[in-house]
């Protein structure tokens, strides 16, 4: 082997060996964001309907705060046949999903109140679509009271692509720790 092609070896080992270890003491300000994106690219392309109620981990539908935790449940019937990706009959029943709905149509909402003492508190629930200034309009609610069965329901016709926002509001409402926002992506 001649010396010249032995520098560029060398060279060429440095040179990695500093970009791993550069990347490897780097890690906490790239790596968080970078498995975030690839966990939520997944998810989105991997959408499928559960069969039952207990295909996903309950971590998949959670919604927390300091506070309170809530199970998400989201019942979706497309509108068309293009929003459903195939055919629809009169036969065809609510899919199951947690925050990503595959396309328009309507939506039901079913929240469980996971903490038992949240059950005699007024809990209020709406649903908003946002808008690409990150505004957000009011597409259906429900007004603040005790749901002591400890499950809360709100349907809503989803007309566009796009993000939504279901949101929880325990008690009055005065903290952020009396608040869970749920964003919903709807053909995403």
């Known amino acids: 082997m001649s010396p010249r092609r032995l520098n560029i070896l060398v060279f060429a080992g440095i040179v990695l060996l500093i970009g791993v270890n550069g990347a490897a003491f780097s890690y906490r300000l790239w790596g968080p964001a970078l498995n975030q994106y690839v966990d939520e690219f997944w998810k989105a392309h991997t959408l499928r309907p559960a069969v039952k109620a207990g295909d996903r981990t309950i971590s998949e539908c959670l919604g927390v705060s300091d506070f309170y935790s809530v ?6 019937l ?13 036969l065809s029943k609510y899919a199951e999903y947690c925050d990503r709905v595959p396309g328009t149509g ?16 007024s809990v209020a629930l709406s649903f908003y679509q946002v808008d690409t200034d990150g ?4 597409i259906n609610a429900l007004p603040s009271r005790p749901r002591s069965s400890g499950f809360v329901t709100l349907d809503a016709n989803v007309a566009h692509k796009g993000k939504y926002l279901l949101k929880l509001a325990f008690g009055e409402a005065k903290n952020a720790e009396d608040i869970i926002e749920m964003p919903i992506f709807v053909g995403q």
Do not use: C, W
Request: aromatic content about 8%; cysteine-free; charged content about 30%.
């Open 71 to 76: 199970h998400l449940t989201t019942y979706y």
């Open 78 to 90: 497309p509108d068309s046949e293009e929003s459903a990706g195939g055919p629809t009959d009169d």
């Open 106 to 121: 309507k939506v039901i909402f079913s929240v469980t109140l996971m903490e038992k003492d949240a059950r005699n508190e």
């Open 135 to 138: 505004g957000l309009k009011q």
